[in-house]
């Protein structure tokens, strides 16, 4: 459907030589042959259709994260666009929502939600690990009137920033260690997932850039398969002001950030004062050795600045939990040699639950291990976190929280917005892969 409210693009995934590491040649899998894929910025009340051709050597899925999504485009793990030249399909291989695949499909996007930074990445199933790793990811920018009306560093000093780690082999080719998949669970050593040993910002190792001494917009995006981030600056302050799915009600001072693979936070960095020839670092006071360092600005003088933190930035509902119609339990735990949710390895014929569209259920999650937890469809608000009350980087609209070892945490989710089958999922890809997803249906 193309309207004159309608942006369309066109997004080829196909084989590509890229030079992450200068001087050096890496083969990745991108969409439009680049890694990350082309940014998207989109505006609410606007249509966005992407047309996926697919001309790799594999089947793809791809996933809108943070999208309210028609079904239909909210990239099922089977419903799989086909490699270009490799049809047809085999006769009773369907999607789980009946259509049939091809080599080039329309993802519809009617965006009707909020201001927020999400990304869109590969969601095949048993293969989202080994595939996003080779680069099907890129971010997708939702701005509307109240984000656009706040006075806000935009245009250059508006940077997204999406952080990766990856291995190189030593012909610079992308290492991603095998895994046998048809015995996922034996995979002891995959446990916590696949960790690289290179943080690459927007593709590149150990950036630097220079900045001016004002203030700056940075869009913090996880896109790591297994890895979390803890974030800080050597010098200047961050102030968050958004989180996964949109502005925050009011600024919030941070020393750190933590960012679990899927989470995304908007952050105002100010550099105002610092003298020129400084170097900042954004440091993961998580890693160690080269996964402690993500990227540098270098400071090159004061220049006019025109923007502010205002003290209210969006009207932001707080969901009480009277407002929940139903409760329900997803304990995401390793039994019988797979990552389960309830004890139910990933079946996509099956569902797990049904929620009728437009009303709030309280989730509980529980685990044994870290699991950073994602729902498609529904955004929510974090009610409590363990025994205490929601933690400061729980704050505002969310779709991925970060559940810690033998930890409870409750969210309040709203499902306004779609009808069809969608799911929640651990988002540390090689949990994912190895089933540790679920379906619900929202009717
Ligand atoms: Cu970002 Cu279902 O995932
Ligand atoms: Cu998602
Ligand atoms: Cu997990």
Known sequence: KVTADTDHYLVTQRVAQAELIPGIKTEIWGYDGVFPGPTFRARKGRWTVVTVRNELPVPT????????????????????????????????????????????????????????????????????????????????????????????????????????????????SLKYPQRDMTHPGADGMFHAGIFGDVILVNGAPWPRTEAAAVRYRLRLVNGSNARRYRLSLSAGTITQIGSDAGLLAAPLPREDVLLAP????????????????????????????????????????????????????????????????????????????????????????????SVREGTVELWRFTSDFHHPVHVHMGHFQVLSRGAGGPEPGDAGWKDTVDV?????????????????????????LEHEDMAMMANFDIV
């Open 262 to 353: 899927g989470e995304r936070v908007d952050v105002i960095a100010d550099f105002t004062g610092l003298p020129a020839g400084t170097e900042v670092t954004m440091a993961n006071t998580l890693g160690e050795g080269p996964t402690a360092d993500v990227m540098r600005f270098v400071i090159t003088g004061p220049a006019p600045d025109d923007t502010r933190i205002p003290v209210t930035l969006t009207t932001l509902e707080t969901l009480d939990r009277t407002r929940a119609v139903a409760e329900r339990r997803f304990d995401f735990r390793f039994g019988g040699g797979r990552w389960t949710i309830n004890d139910q390895p990933y079946d996509p014929a099956a569902t797990m639950c």
């Open 61 to 172: 899925s791809t996933h809108l994260h943070g999208g309210v999504t028609p079904a239909e485009s909210d990239g099922f793990p089977t419903d799989l666009i086909l490699p270009a030249g490799y049809s047809p399909a085999p006769p009773g291989h369907h999607s789980a929502t009946g259509r049939h695949h091809d080599t080039t499909r329309d993802y519809t996007y009617p965006i009707t939600q909020r201001a927020a930074t999400l990304w869109y990445h590969d969601h095949r199933m048993d293969f989202t690990g080994p595939q996003v790793w080779r680069g099907l990811a890129g971010l997708f920018l939702i701005t509307d009137e109240i984000e656009s009306a706040l006075p806000l560093p935009r245009d250059d000093r508006d940077l997204p920033l999406m952080i990766c780690d990856r291995s190189f082999a030593a012909d610079g």
């Open 404 to 428: 810690r070892p033998y930890e409870t945490v409750q969210v309040l989710v709203d499902f306004t917005g779609h009808r069809g089958r969608y799911m929640l999922h651990c988002h540390n």
